[in-house]
């Protein structure tokens, strides 16, 4: 199925979690949040949410800004 | 100097720092240790895997408090996302709140974000909100239960300095929450007419960032820093229109 991660589709396998998403990004797990289709996934939830074909994964940290 | 309190949180320092335009991280940990801040913003963006270091390891290991912003959100919608993510990737229930209207002068929407303010401060957040200085709009979001307000000085960046200081001495006068001047501060003098004013702190990232010297105008800064508040505190004379002779004027 694809998914879009930071704004890009991806090719996965059916029923990758969040946290295998995050995981192809980096392999922090602090100083980082995910949002799935704009609602927040916290990180408890991460290894237990499955992702659906089309859904967006947002995959944030904090940068020099302000 | 007496301490800032925010949301019952004291600081002795009442400079605010921001993060952006440094070209490096070296030369920002540097302005960051001259500066004598304890509270720094970060923005929240897409994680990028080909970037080396973090603004968050140099913040800890100087200990300085992270204050998340919400800078690229244009609506109420975003910010509120932003400073949940913000509060799940830093641990912080604080949030600069910034939604601005337009990327030409990037001046807050005062729409959006009086929305965003109460949505945040239902949600639990100690929220911080970046504002024009328009003294209506800055009770009003005091009275939505915002810790602070943060006025701009002059657009984002523009090192303008203050360009309605009657503006902000009319919203010191009304706030009983902390203002933090933002955003517009050019240089050592606008910092330190902020505090004349009476405003409780700066917040400024750009005067530093991008001088030719950081370090030393963060020194600059944090220096007229706390020469604006202990001339604020000592009271100042009043400006009159003729001389007044401070030496006995009979021999």
Redesign the interface.
């Known amino acids: 199925m694809i998914v879009t991660i930071?704004?890009a589709a991806h090719e996965v396998a059916d029923g990758i979690t969040v946290a295998q998403a995050v995981r192809t990004?980096?392999t922090a797990t602090t100083?980082?949040?995910?949002?799935l289709n704009?609602e927040?996934v916290?990180?408890g939830a991460w290894e237990t949410t499955e992702l659906r074909e089309r859904d967006r994964v947002?995959?944030?940290?904090?940068?020099?800004?302000? | 100097m007496d301490d800032l309190i925010i949301a019952g949180e004291k600081f002795s320092s009442r400079l605010i720092m921001?993060?952006?335009?440094?070209p490096s991280?070296e030369v920002?940990d540097q302005a960051l240790v001259a500066s004598g801040t304890e509270l720094t913003?970060?923005?929240?963006?897409?994680?990028d895997?080909a970037?080396r270091g973090?603004?968050?390891d140099v913040l800890r290991r100087r200990g300085i408090k992270?204050?998340?912003?919400t800078?690229g959100c244009f609506t109420a919608g975003e910010a509120v996302?932003?400073a949940?993510?913000?509060r799940?990737?830093?641990e912080t229930n604080w949030v600069?709140l910034?939604v601005i209207a337009d990327e030409r002068t990037l001046l807050p929407d005062p729409i959006e974000t009086f929305d965003a303010a109460e949505r945040l401060v239902a949600d639990g957040f100690v929220v911080l909100p970046y504002i024009g200085d328009d003294p209506a709009l800055a009770r009003r979001l005091e009275q939505a239960g915002c810790a602070a307000v943060m006025p701009l000085g002059a657009p984002i960046g523009s090192g303008l300095g203050i360009r309605n200081p009657h503006n902000i001495e009319l919203i010191v006068e009304a706030a009983s929450v902390p203002v933090i001047l933002d955003a517009g501060i050019g240089t050592a003098s606008d910092a330190a007419l902020a505090m004349e004013l009476g405003c409780d702190a700066v917040l400024l990232?750009t005067a530093v960032t991008r001088a030719q010297r950081p370090d030393l105008m963060a020194t600059a800064m944090k220096e007229a820093v706390v020469a604006g508040r202990l001339a604020r505190q000592a009271g100042r004379i009043p400006r009159r229109r003729y001389a007044e002779a401070s030496s006995p004027m009979t021999p």
């Open positions: 930071n704004g990004l980096t100083g980082v949040a995910v949002a704009d927040v916290t990180r947002e995959v944030l940290t904090a940068v020099q800004g302000g | 921001g993060t952006g335009g440094a991280l920002l913003t970060v923005a929240m963006r897409r994680l895997p970037s973090s603004v968050l992270v204050l998340p912003n800078a996302l932003t949940r993510l913000a799940e990737a830093l600069k910034e990232a």
